[in-house]
């Protein structure tokens, strides 16, 4: 019977630590499935967890998203803006860009780098509007579509208040809406950017210039 020999050291590194599956893994060993299967078992070997599994899938899938690198002084100065805007106005518990904002230069400018930086899908950007119900509701959603040169297909069902004081409700002349991109990954390395230039501008009490990615 021929024995079948792996080095725990090789499996380590395919299966451990680079993520591979069983079947990559055996494959680049020049061996079955079937046989490192034996091999782990034998060796108490544990295997990954469904939930492990998913989570390696999920990070090794292709990107909805594609930053652009070496950026101009200009598209700097564009993404720094973008990124404050969401530290002050955007949901940080939520696995989804959610950027919430009622002036549209604030609205424009995050959307502008999730297009131009971030060079994000098209078709997956989503519009939410909040307004109250003495307004306009089509007029709004079409003031933004037009603002945003973005579809009215793309805006959510808009959600309505109905008890409000007029007060806060001229406060709001073209309602409020969110900017919503659903992608984990995203989201993860925006919050992560964002809490480096907190960092830097914070560092030992003061505020400094940023200037690098």
Not at 188 to 207: P, T, Y
Request: net charge positive; glycine share 4%.
């Amino acid at each position: 019977m021929v024995r079948i020999r792996f080095h725990i050291s090789d499996i380590r590194k395919y299966y451990y630590q680079e993520g591979l599956s069983v079947l990559e893994t055996a494959t680049k060993l020049g061996k079955t499935s079937r046989q490192l299967f034996r091999f782990m078992r034998k060796h108490n070997l544990p295997r990954r967890t469904f939930s492990q599994t998913m989570r390696i899938k999920f990070y090794r899938s292709p990107l909805s998203y594609n930053k652009k690198g070496n950026l101009t002084t200009h598209e700097l100065k564009l993404w720094q803006a973008a990124l404050m805007l969401y530290w002050a106005e955007g949901y940080k518990a939520t696995p989804t860009i959610d950027f919430a904002n009622s002036d549209p230069k604030m609205v424009a400018i995050f959307l502008k780098c999730l297009r131009e930086i971030y060079q994000v899908s098209e078709a997956r950007i989503r519009i939410l509007l909040y307004c109250y119900s003495n307004q306009n509701v089509i007029g709004l959603i079409r003031f933004w579509s037009s603002l945003l040169k973005l579809p009215i297909s793309q805006f959510s069902k808009p959600f309505i208040r109905y008890d409000f004081s007029l007060q806060k409700a001229n406060k709001m002349a073209h309602g409020l809406v969110h900017i919503r991109y659903s992608d984990r990954r995203l989201f993860e390395q925006i919050m992560a950017e964002v809490d480096k230039i907190g960092s830097e501008l914070c560092r030992d009490g003061r505020v400094d210039n940023y200037t690098t990615l």
